[in-house]
């Protein structure tokens, strides 16, 4: 039965909150355990619906998958089966397209349909294919399925332009160049390179806390991996990786949202455990803006209720920018703050669908074009029934819930799910009133 939250605004968060571990981190280093036939254990993991997705997926595909505490599986990928792929499951969940890397790596070939995901514009899995292809990979598609198979070749993209020995070439190893800065992608060149001895440079990588946090892992599997210039990697795989152990860090996108509901709320909140160091950007524009916080200690930061904001320009870009998914949160606040503000993301050109529910609740904003959109503020938003478009979206418009007048009621929530673990609950640790409710 479908699930809604109830939200009666007008109280400030006070209370402490502590975050969990990284849902974008997780589903690399998840799909790492199909590198290797040794046991593999991932711990501190979100208990939030797309990790269970992502459980889902590799236990149809026959790994062995154990919980061995609360939050820490065990993995065992020996038996995989890639005749039991689960074509319903991919098609829904986005998180799916990182068992590409390992799989064609391992086989040498498989057969999936495109994977679903968020609805936030148009996110085509071009820039993975034309990887792969760059990495010797033949790719084809049809009947609404796309057939991988590595045809052996590790051609290098600069070589091909000279005229060079045989020997030279296979010394500079296979570059791959990137269409585009893409987290996924990045990730899947990196998980098909470390089962690979030869070299790869993987250049126009993005280097967002997901890969960081890859790359660590794979360095324990046994792959050689280095940054080796402004968004290069170079990689030096091995024919057979080890199993690891690895704790998750926390989510900065989390932490970032807690940041932003104390802010928008004018509430105190401590928020514990919070990967401080993939938030500079992003709090030195909340500091910017006049937001009152302290860092008390390497994982721990204080909120402050915060008079007077005033925020010129939101601007979402790749690591080490704003992220993208902190976007819908710093939207929101805008609309309590004085003065326009500038919302653009030239990311994602479906992003902003949340300030037209916004709108609906009496906020007073403007569409430029598909990525930008200005806001006019302070405005006094009031209760509504809205709609939760997407996973952060969601995030979002539970915050504009929280600070508006009377009543409000999202749907939907089950895209919140995806990525919060039982936020209404920590919620109410904070003071919060808020309900879910069946519909």
Not at 56 to 85: Q, Y
Not at 224 to 252: M, Q, R, T, V, W
Not at 398 to 417: E, M
Request: proline share 5%; charged share 25%; aromatic share 8%.
């Amino acid at each position: 039965m479908a699930e809604k939250f109830v939200i009666k605004g007008g109280k400030p968060l006070r209370g402490e909150v502590e975050i969990r571990g990284a849902k974008n981190a997780a589903f690399p280093i998840l799909a790492a355990s199909l590198l290797t036939k040794e046991d593999c254990v991932v711990s501190n993991l979100p208990l939030i619906e797309d990790v269970f997705q992502m459980l889902k997926i590799l236990e149809e595909l026959g790994v062995k998958i154990f919980w061995i505490g609360r939050r820490t599986v065990k993995l065992n990928s020996f038996g995989v089966d890639l005749a039991k792929i689960p074509f319903a499951t991919i098609k829904k969940f986005r998180g799916s397209i990182l068992i590409l890397g390992p799989l064609i790596s391992r086989f040498g070939e498989l057969k999936i349909p495109p994977p679903g995901g968020c609805l936030i514009g148009a996110r085509p899995i071009d820039t993975h294919l034309d990887a792969f292809s760059q990495l010797g990979v033949d790719v084809s598609s049809k009947n609404g399925f796309y057939f991988f198979k590595s045809n052996g070749s590790r051609r290098s993209f600069a070589s091909s332009f000279a005229k060079t020995s045989e020997d030279k070439k296979a010394s500079e190893g296979t570059e791959v160049v990137l269409r585009e800065f893409s987290v996924t992608a990045t990730e899947n060149t990196l998980l098909f390179s470390a089962l690979c001895p030869q070299k790869t440079i993987l250049k126009i990588a993005d280097l967002d806390y997901q890969i960081q946090e890859l790359v660590k892992v794979l360095i324990k599997m046994g792959a050689d991996i280095k940054y080796s210039g402004p968004h290069c990697f170079e990689i030096i795989g091995a024919e057979k990786l080890n199993g690891f152990e690895y704790n998750l860090i926390s989510d900065p996108i989390e932490a970032g949202t807690f940041i932003v509901a104390a802010l928008a709320t004018k509430g105190e909140v401590l928020i514990k455990n919070v990967e401080l160091e993939f938030l500079d950007l992003f709090l030195k524009r909340l500091k910017d803006f006049g937001a009152k916080f302290q860092i008390l200690d390497k994982k721990t930061i204080k909120i402050f209720p915060s008079e007077n904001l005033k925020i010129d320009k939101v601007q979402s870009l790749i690591y080490p920018g704003i992220n993208s998914d902190l976007q819908p949160e710093l939207g929101v606040l805008a609309t309590q703050t004085e003065g326009q503000t500038l919302i653009h993301d030239p990311l994602y050109e479906g992003r902003l669908k949340y300030l037209d529910e916004l709108n609906k609740m009496g906020a007073d904003i403007v569409f430029c074009d598909p990525h930008r959109a200005i806001i006019n503020g302070p405005s006094k938003l009031v209760g509504a029934e809205i709609p939760s478009p997407d996973l952060r979206a969601g995030a979002a418009l539970i915050i504009a819930g929280l600070v508006a007048k009377g009543k409000t009621t999202i749907s939907n929530i089950y895209q919140i799910d995806r990525g919060y673990e039982k936020i209404e609950e920590r919620l109410q640790k904070l003071r919060a009133d808020i309900k879910r409710v069946k519909e």
